[in-house]
């Protein structure tokens, strides 16, 4: 990523891991990430790739594809905005 990027406030070494395992990990981080921040999840598995990134796109979630520092392939995710409770409606 070239060094003006910020640095992601999580990283997910997913490895070789299939999307069943890659998501509940994925859904725990977002829920303790503020809208906007930022997710590096790395994996080579093309399929992970395409679930993440359907999955983010559900969400209204911004994913780009990415080298990562290690030389693996990725996603960076960005998080949407945190949805208003209750009583801030």
């Known amino acids: 990523m070239p060094a003006d990027v910020p640095p992601a406030a999580v990283v ?14 994925l859904s725990d981080r977002v829920a303790h ?6 997710i590096d999840l790395v994996t080579d598995d093309a399929e992970v790739r ?9 969400r ?3 994913v780009e594809e990415a080298a990562m520092t290690s ?10 905005d945190p949805l208003p409770l209750p009583e801030d409606l």
């Open 50 to 58: 395409a679930a993440a990134t359907a999955w983010c796109g559900r």
């Open 12 to 25: 997910i070494d997913a490895g070789g891991e299939p999307w069943s395992r890659v998501v509940p990990v």
């Open 71 to 80: 030389g693996a392939r990725g996603l960076r995710i960005r998080t949407g």
């Open 33 to 38: 990430l503020p809208g906007g921040g930022l």
């Open 60 to 62: 209204g979630y911004e």
